[in-house]
């Protein structure tokens, strides 16, 4: 009777996180634009950004964020607030208004959630077609922040598959990158 019991609550939470989840920006990329502009196309950037971050981050436990490959390296826990900040920087630099300036220290779920948050906005201000945005005014040159805070989150997102993969907790299967999707 109480293993039964245990096992239920663990199928209720793991059903109640995956919903929780579901309502997180990124959990598929968003339909393809359809004009190509340089704003949708830098918003597209941000939004494949997003949809690694949700991913290598989903259902991460705490042995997978504590995780290191060396002595010397990097947690997931210790790269996911890193992560966060770039998704600060990136924000910061392309928002006018409504910047990120949360000094306070986050959860890992807080961290996971303000990353995907602060890509989000971004993203939309960037696609927005209506009142595109100009790129060449943004606060540091746009190219800039492809080369340095975006593709360094990239990267990042990549070392945290690797060690969820190390710690015995694989990169869902069923995520297809190339469509954006889950797999049907």
């Given at each position: 009777?109480?293993?039964?019991l245990?096992?239920?609550?663990l199928?209720?939470?793991?059903?109640?996180?995956?919903?929780?989840?579901?309502?997180?920006?990124?959990?598929?990329?968003?339909?393809?634009?359809?004009?190509?502009?340089?704003?949708?196309?830098?918003?597209?950037?941000i939004?494949?950004?997003?949809?690694?971050?949700?991913?290598?981050?989903?259902g991460?436990?705490?042995?997978?964020?504590?995780?290191?490959?060396?002595?010397?390296?990097?947690?997931?826990?210790?790269?996911?607030?890193?992560?966060?900040?770039?998704s600060?920087?990136?924000?910061?630099?392309?928002?006018?208004?409504?910047?990120?300036?949360?000094?306070?220290?986050?959860?890992?779920?807080?961290?996971?959630?303000?990353?995907?948050?602060?890509?989000?906005?971004v993203?939309?201000?960037?696609?927005?077609?209506?009142?595109p945005?100009?790129?060449?005014n943004?606060?540091?040159?746009?190219?800039?922040?492809?080369?340095?805070?975006?593709?360094?989150?990239?990267?990042?997102?990549?070392?945290?598959?690797?060690?969820?993969?190390?710690?015995?907790?694989?990169?869902?299967?069923?995520?297809?990158?190339?469509?954006?999707?889950?797999?049907?």
């Open positions: 009777m109480r293993t039964s245990l096992i239920l609550n199928l209720f939470t793991t059903v109640f996180m995956a919903q929780i989840d579901k309502e997180l920006p990124f959990y598929e990329l968003p339909h393809n634009p359809e004009i190509y502009t340089a704003g949708t196309l830098a918003a597209r950037t939004d494949g950004l997003g949809f690694r971050f949700y991913w290598a981050t989903q991460l436990r705490n042995e997978d964020l504590s995780h290191k490959a060396s002595a010397s390296g990097r947690t997931s826990a210790e790269t996911i607030p890193h992560i966060y900040g770039l600060k920087f990136i924000r910061n630099s392309i928002l006018v208004d409504n910047k990120d300036e949360n000094k306070t220290e986050l959860s890992f779920k807080e961290q996971r959630k303000q990353t995907l948050l602060n890509l989000k906005l993203s939309d201000v960037l696609r927005d077609t209506k009142t945005y100009n790129l060449e943004s606060e540091i040159p746009f190219w800039n922040i492809i080369n340095g805070p975006i593709e360094d989150a990239l990267w990042h997102c990549g070392q945290i598959v690797m060690l969820r993969r190390a710690s015995g907790n694989p990169f869902n299967s069923d995520v297809n990158l190339f469509r954006g999707s889950l797999k049907k």
